[in-house]
């Protein structure tokens, strides 16, 4: 069973929720989790909860890097930093494979300083799973984008990278033997986007192993045509916090409805199976986070508001990750290039 | 009165309906319309509807240009299509603004070739009104968001030359007096989002008459955070294309749940304030239509499925452009740079 590093002090809701979703991960399966962080406060916390001993190792570190913290001076200024002594256990081989809530630009920095690329990649690419609508029998309810926010410009040379990558994390994690690859752009023809998109699309047409279905234009991000959506960092990030903050709208909604008045109450009982597809839109959150992809080991990114359920899933994703062999996978589709 | 001159071919339901939405304005309002296109067919229709025939000119124009075709070998190749028409009308000073419904990037190619710049400007931008939530009393229900696909990438000058632009508009046909202007951006802080984008933040919060609010992220669009939304073509294409599909898709959703039974009949009846919210959202095209800035003249670029109603709401918002001042305004703010 995989061994998965946890940083325990990242998140809005650490370390408190990150203890309880590890240690219902070790009560629900074998995979054990070394907890990061402050060693008194995870103790307090492994204290109120039922675990597996076993199962759970505390490794301590004395500092923590803040949500809202300048990634780079963190980075800089606290080298004993929980998610930066996660990423390390990890590059030493202590586990294998890294998880947190905590501030994305931070653990992307730590990733970078303490992994190593795979042969021939250039830049790392954070990936998000998001639900949409599907279009044929066994298409995995959720896509992947990438990048969202660990580049912000890219060369066509990465975005080509980026399709491998995304292909490679989807047929192993989704098992969906051939995910359609789609290119975000501002029309379907190949002609469209600028150059270096223009390029892209030219090149992704001739790459092994990845099966390119052409540009994706805004409105079919929520309809099935793409598994994998490959896009820049700047646009990559817009979208999925404009996803998040129309769940975020939509889940109010229902809420406040069903807070108004027993007419809603009605109204929504009635309506249910609609609602809980709107609903899992708010709730896609909790699927499992975001894998940084393009080094030699993973880390999964669970959301920032992530609480134990989610925290759970993220560790799953990571051990399944490493049991499934996504690394070597994508490291076999770049040396078919 | 101003003349509004109006591409009678453009659009997926023309003429019939761009007819029979310039009919509609000639009944109730005293805008006077100049409809272009094929002479036969926009009278044949005409004959079927009630209008002012005082109001309505029709002008001959002998070629069309599709939906789908190609935008420069078009306007290459149909130099007598309606659109490109419509346009030398407003040049010539017969008309005081354009509508059409038709292929959007032949009606920025017409107007790059019959309409001058403004002083100082480089780059015209198309602008898209979209509902979102309000924060402040009197606040317009509907935010512009812009550019939306007349550019693909863009440099600080453009952007800025953008929110001078978009703010004269929202002053002039919102009458907000000082609209909030946010940067679409990765992240709230100024450093975010590469040099072009940072350049424009700083020189953003230095131009007088533009009430620059900072950067505004994915989930902020949605938001009352800013009236307008400055961004570079490519990411301003992709986030409208996804606020218009989420937009169906609530839309079919609502509208299978109350095919599927009387229960979700009777389950919309009683969310029907809820549904109304979301609703308005799909419904948002028939607002007025996207105005092409950065000319002398202005172009109104209505929705390519608008059918009447939505043509008539158009030929208004050009008709409040040219009364209130918008180009006017316009070129002032860029004499205070």
Known sequence: MPTIAVDAMGGDHAPEEVVKGAAAISLETQIEVVLVGDEKQIQSNLDRVQYRPERIEVYHAEQAIGMAEEPHDAVRNKPRASVITTVELVARGQADAAVTAGNTG??????????????????????????RQTEYPGQDQLALLLD????????????????????????????VPSPRVGLLNMGSEDNKGGEIL?????????????????????HELIRGKADV?????????VVLKLLEGIADSLSELAGSAARESWRYRLGLR?????????????????????????????????H??????????????????????????????????
Chains 1, 2 share one sequence.
């Open 106 to 131: 931070a653990a992307v920095l730590a990733c970078a300083r303490h992994f190593r690329f795979l042969p021939g990649i250039r830049r790392a690419a954070l990936a998000s799973v998001y639900p």
């Open 148 to 175: 969202v926010g660990a580049t912000i410009r890219c060369e066509a040379t990465e975005l080509v990278q980026f399709a491998i990558m995304g292909s490679a994390y989807a047929r192993r994690i989704s098992k």
């Open 198 to 218: 223009v390029e892209a699309y030219r090149r992704l047409s001739h790459v092994p192993g990845v099966n390119f279905v052409g540009n994706i234009e805004g």
């Open 229 to 237: 959506i490959v896009t820049e960092g700047f646009t990559g990030n």
């Open 270 to 302: 009635v309506l249910e199976s609609g609602l809980d597809r709107l609903r899992s839109l708010t709730d896609y959150t909790a699927y499992g986070g975001a894998p940084i992809l393009g080094f030699e080991h993973l880390l999964i990114k669970a």
């Open 304 to 337: 920032g508001r992530s609480e134990a359920r989610a925290i759970g899933n993220a560790i799953k994703v990571a051990a399944k990750a490493v049991r499934d062999g996504v690394v070597p996978e994508i490291r076999q589709t770049l040396k078919g290039l």
